[in-house]
């Protein structure tokens, strides 16, 4: 009953293929990595939202903006790195990328004898804004001992 292609909701997905490495205008390492993902892929599986902090508390997360998706064992293609597009449907260009920014990522898989549940929670994905370095505070010099004390 789980399982009814009737209770299938679409949504798109992309899996963790690596991380490059930054490098400044000088041809020097940043020392700061760029997450890569495959390019989103449609599926169609059974969706709910959470309704219990107890189903979700062996992850460390509230339920809130929490959902799960129950999917047959043989057609799971997603890992705890995955990422994903639900009720929000992404542009998919050309060449197959989006710039639409996931809602989603998976925060647990449980698999049973028949079907897999895979847990997600809504994330927020912004922009991120170019940072001023921020200036290490110089150490303060140790006060030395005043003759007679101690």
């Known amino acids: 009953m789980r399982l009814l292609s009737r209770n299938k909701q679409p949504l798109w997905y992309a899996n963790f293929t690596g991380k490059t490495e930054l490098i400044d205008e000088w041809g020097n390492s940043t020392g700061q990595y760029e997450l890569t993902y495959s390019n989103p892929v449609k599926a169609e599986w059974n969706v709910n939202t959470v309704d219990s902090d107890y189903e979700v508390e062996m992850f460390g997360v509230d ?17 705890e790195t995955s990422i994903l597009w639900y ?24 698999k049973s004898l028949n079907f897999t549940k ?33």
């Open 118 to 150: 895979v847990y997600a929670k809504k994330v927020s994905v912004t922009q991120v804004v170019e940072q001023e370095p921020i200036e290490p505070e110089e150490p303060e010099e140790p006060e030395e001992p005043i003759e007679g004390d101690g």
């Open 87 to 110: 009720d929000v449907t992404p542009n998919i260009k050309q060449d197959g990328t989006t710039d639409t920014p996931h809602n989603y990522r998976i925060i647990g898989i449980r």
């Open 63 to 79: 339920a809130v903006d929490t959902i799960v998706m129950v999917v047959k064992n043989d057609d799971l293609p997603l890992t």
